[in-house]
């Protein structure tokens, strides 16, 4: 048997230089936890960050997505929450900050287009905090599953 040579670590500090907060408008109160602690690494960090928000085309009935009004209405109303979040951010010190509207399903439009777009080496988001029979949301699963860059879920 051989003798297990002592571990050689050495501990180097970790910046993060963009990073990506993913908002659901379907779960307020994950999203406002995961905010406040993306706003908070990048004040800290002073590195730009991106809020998106998805418009679930699939949330929408057969209906209303034929309806360009409909889906008009709601694309205006994620894009004036997504303003909101700007300005928050904004007052709390994050110095640069970009909003970031997408269509379609949110964790393969984050992975496929956003993140290969933005370029984050971080994102972060929140994970519905209802007791259910999953450990963390389908959203906050397929993005700590496939996006290319680290993943922070956030409850």
């Known amino acids: 048997m051989t003798e297990k040579q002592p571990l050689n670590i050495e501990v180097t500090s970790m910046h993060y230089q963009k990073l990506?907060?993913?908002?659901?408008?379907?779960?307020?109160?994950?999203?406002?936890?995961?905010?406040?602690?993306?706003?908070?690494?990048?004040?800290?960090?002073?590195?730009?960050?991106?809020?998106?928000?998805?418009?679930?085309?699939?949330?929408?009935?057969?209906?209303?997505?034929?309806?360009?009004?409909?889906?008009?209405?709601?694309?205006?109303?994620?894009?004036?929450?997504?303003?909101i979040f700007v300005q928050k951010a904004q007052e709390f010190g994050v110095q640069e900050v970009t909003p970031i509207l997408g269509e379609g399903n949110p964790s393969h439009v984050i992975v496929e287009e956003i993140i290969p777009e933005f370029k984050p080496d971080l994102v972060i988001c929140g994970s519905k905090t209802k007791p259910s029979k999953h450990l963390i949301g389908t959203h906050a699963s397929y993005l700590s599953k496939y996006a290319p860059s680290s993943v922070m879920v956030v409850r």
């Open 20 to 83: 990506l907060i993913a908002i659901d408008d379907d779960d307020p109160t994950s999203s406002k936890r995961a905010f406040n602690y993306a706003c908070t690494v990048a004040k800290m960090y002073q590195i730009p960050m991106g809020i998106v928000s998805i418009l679930e085309t699939g949330d929408l009935n057969i209906y209303q997505s034929l309806s360009p009004n409909v889906v008009a209405k709601r694309r205006e109303e994620i894009a004036a929450d997504l303003d």
